[in-house]
Each structure stands twice: as C-alpha cells, then as structure tokens.
T-cell receptor, first 115, second 113 residues
Framework: NAGVTQTPKFQVLKTGQSMTLQCAQD?????MSWYRQDPGMGLRLIHY???????DQGEVPNGYNVSRSTTEDFPLRLLSAAPSQTSVYFC??????????????FGPGTRLTVL | GDSVTQMEGPVTLSEEAFLTINCTYT??????LFWYVQYPGEGLQLLLK?????DKGSNKGFEATYRKETTSFHLEKGSVQVSDSAVYFC????????????FGKGTKLSVIP
C-alpha cells in the first residue's frame, strides 16, 4: 500500500491564482480530511469528508473548496490564492468504524507559498 | 469547544536523558487521546493512543497515561536518542461519532549526542 499520497510536494503561486492540491489513499478509508500547519499554530482542520459525495467544513474553511467523487481521492481547491494561505497542507484518512475510526494516517504534505 | 495545551518548546536534551512533554486537554464527553510525531520534512505519524481513562499507550519506548482526573496525557520516555529529534503533537478526538482531531501547537525536541 502507498498509504496517503499528496501532490505536488512544493508549489509557489501568485496572489489570485488558482490551483488544486491532490490527495489520494489506497486503504479504502471512508474518512478523509485536510489540515493546514502554520508555525506555532499546530494543525487546523480545513474540510473533511465522511464518504464519497459528503463533505463538511472544519475550523478554517474560508478560501478553500473540496469535493469527494470517489473513495480514493479528496482534492483541495484554492480558487483565488492569498498570501495568508501560505502554509503546509496535510491530507489524512481513517477507517470509519470501530475503535480505529479516529486513528488518522497522514500524507507527506504540500508546502505552498503564495507571493 | 475542545482544546489541547502542550508545553512550549523547543526542548533540548542530551542523549539518554529522561523526557517529559506535558499535555492537558479540555473536551466534552470521553475523548480519545493521541500523540503524533513529525520527523523533519515528513508528515505526521501516530506514536501512541489511549481511548479511555487510565489507559496507557506505549510505542518505541514512549508512554502516556490517560488521566481523566487531571485531564492530562503527558508523554514520557526514559532514555531519548538522537533519532527521537522531531516535533511532537498531542491531540484529541472528542468521540461521540466525531472523526475530527484537535491538535496542540506541537513541541520540538532536539536530542544532542
């Protein structure tokens, strides 16, 4: 299993540009989520999904869109990038049932810089 | 709402020293508690977890005990190695059907030979 994969690893954008951060998992996990990591802030939840076709907002959703058309993929879209979105982005997934539901597996991250 | 408070870093220790990283939490209900570790340039990995009061999670020589009376989940290791240098995050999942993790701000540990 590849686990949780993210692309790209690094990205530089100009203010106002759009892009999509890709996330995929091959563990058949129903739950997937996006976090951003900022210095001194820990990780904050952006959006999450409990299954294909179902998404919801986390703590810091503004400026980001998500969709979940398949179990495997959960892309994060920045429609008009702003410098405040400079961060490291992590995708995570977990099983949806039993005691393992809240053990999340993280991807390697995407480091995004918005100029 | 839920919150996690962990000791501020950075923490610098000599090899074979004893490590404690404090973590306290505020949550409704009966949360599950976690320690995640992030090695340089990598994503987060689950280090250990505990799902109910008095449970002890352990892995790779690290331990943490779920203390409901003090709302704490302190991370300990008896003898750290250079390879333990990383950022450590305490986190909780509030349970009751929630998948969401609430993280502390992280504690950077550096172990010197």
């Amino acid at each position: 299993n590849a686990g949780v994969t993210q692309t790209p690893k690094f990205q530089v954008l100009k203010t106002g540009q759009s892009m999509t951060l890709q996330c995929a998992q091959d563990m058949n996990h129903e739950y997937m989520s996006w976090y951003r990591q900022d210095p001194g802030m820990g990780l904050r939840l952006i959006h999450y999904s409990v299954g294909a076709g179902i998404t919801d907002q986390g703590e810091v959703p503004n400026g980001y869109n998500v969709s979940r058309s398949t179990t495997e993929d959960f892309p994060l879209r920045l429609l008009s990038a702003a410098p405040s979105q400079t961060s490291v982005y992590f995708c995570a997934s977990s099983y949806s049932g039993g005691v393992s539901r809240d053990t999340q597996y993280f991807g390697p991250g995407t480091r995004l810089t918005v100029l | 709402g839920d919150s996690v408070t962990q000791m501020e870093g950075p923490v610098t220790l000599s090899e074979e020293a004893f490590l404690t990283i404090n973590c306290t939490y505020t949550a409704t209900g009966y949360p599950s508690l976690f320690w995640y570790v992030q090695y340089p340039g990598e994503g987060l990995q689950l280090l250990l977890k505990a799902t109910k009061a008095d449970d002890k999670g352990s892995n790779k020589g690290f331990e943490a005990t779920y203390r409901k009376e003090t709302t704490s989940f302190h991370l300990e290791k008896g003898s750290v190695q250079v390879s333990d240098s990383a950022v450590y995050f305490c986190a909780l999942s509030s349970g009751a059907g929630s998948y969401q993790l609430t993280f502390g701000k992280g504690t950077k540990l550096s172990v010197i030979p």
